[in-house]
């Protein structure tokens, strides 16, 4: 393996030393980039795109080359599981991600395979394997999984929800059948992910990007508690590194405590959270990652700086930040105001890392 | 004035003793009430109805008629007061509120006046006098206005939106322009509320549903800072009673320390926050409304009440509580199960008010 030449987001993840403040951006590969969306007519549908593991490639490396990032992450989709396990993933044209099949009764949830990630996903592993070896140790390559909760809403809702309604009501009406769909997404998360380490991957995050839309109780019981159990299942060391674990429950503020306390490495923020008092209440658990509004991006470059030099400060000095966005970059970003913040985080972080 | 003949919601706000815990919902006269979509029919538009001081008031009092509930809040909407300041409010079928005019420069916010509520929102004013009226000390009536950010966003997006991408670029871009704008809201909607109060509300709600979308930084200086104005200028005593102030911040669940601090008399709470750490966190400051997740009632009456009796159990013993949904209920709620769920409260509730 090739050693890596820039290790910066992994020491801060570990909390250890570096330079100035890593930093990376959910959804970096994506359309606000007129060379993704090049590649992407190129290959057809998005789910076309996350099979090929060339043009897959392709993608995950656009943003690398025009901005200086300290983390790639495999271009793929949360919903691949789902999709593994016979569900059909599409999508349409200006709407969200939608399932030919619907799970939302105690017998269909039953009946669900649980994938084996090489033969049924082997088109990740794939891909992973390909961005692995073109990254040729520039930067590391996370890999990515979406959390239980996540997942299942998807897969009783048929697709996106505003409110969740069909997921919620199954949770609250038949508490046995959502454990059980839980149960097999955090096994089939598992086993995926571990199947990405081994394939190359050098971090993983976990993508909560709905347990924020459950009470404290029931984001307790549904959707950290399935978490916890992919956690203990992952693979920690490889290839003589501690592969670092994300969690990122957006809207998780609240719970920062029994977040860190899974034994992660790093939590991910979104920008309600001030970072300053997220690195208070967790202390030395973990590192935090986040956490900028993305809708900052809009603004002009002199207010991103300011912003980014806002978010500096509140975290303080000492390693253990690693900056991202609170949430995806959005298609109407201008790519020179991503390029504005990169720069800007770089540029007015290391003042922060000089002991 | 007619005494009130039940003064539980006032007596819970004020933190002094109940017998049993009250209840009401924010949207409780609402379209998943067949007598309202008729009343609405009769009426024309939505905003028709909001403007006839009688169906107002029909619409006001039918859940009162079905439930037990413990309060009325006044039939009206958040953007009655840009629509007084000359954006032309109009509903269009299926989609959300839109105005016909949008305020996303300095000239434009410079050129808004500020509504004098007698004069420019006169009917408002006669629904509020209809509906105390009517009620005769059935149960106190709530007057509500939006928070100034939250009419900011629709009146710079020119309507709903999914990320407040306008408002926020304007925010961070022109911080100078935005705060002109949240100081004329703030001035309109403290002298509004006012004279709900002078026609006879005998408590009010700043719902600020969109102050949850901000970084922590920006809702301190965007959105907190503006709400202190208002509380700052309220009519605090009434008719010989405290008028006692609710604020809302949907999302606003790590910031209850610096919403307390404002001075109001309760916190309005959506479901991601335990109650009782809720409790803990603001100590004696502030009375608490919530916090049960509006989905609940897509579940059966049983599981209903089993959340019911969660959230009591949060709480714990004493007064300070009135129990609500975190957010307005949803068109599509059987009747059956709000009822379901107000009967718990009272139900479930006496024996935390025992001494």
Redesign the interface.
Known sequence: MTALKNDRFLRALLKQPVDVTPVWMMRQAGRYLPEYRASRARAGGFMDLCMNAEIACEVTLQPLDRYPLDAAILFSDILTIPDAMGLGLYFETGEGPRFRKVVDTAEAIEALPIPDPEKDLGYVMNAVRTIRKELNGRVPLIGFAGSPWTLATYMVEGGSSK????S??LL??DPKAMHMLLDKLAQSVTSYLNAQILAGAQAVQIFDSWG?S??????QEFSLAYMQKIVNGLIREHEGRRVPVILFTK?G??WLESMAATGVEALGLD????LG?ARQRVGDKVALQG??????L???PA??E??VG?ILE?YGNGPGHIFNLGHGI?P?VKPENAGAFINAVHDLSAKYHQD
Do not use: H, Q
């Open positions: 409110d969740f309604r069909k919620k009501a609250y009406d924020g459950l009470s404290s109780a029931a984001y809207g503020g609240l920008w309600t959270c001030d008092v956490n900028m509004d993305p809708t900052v809009y603004a002009n207010a991103i300011k912003e806002r509140s959005t109407e």
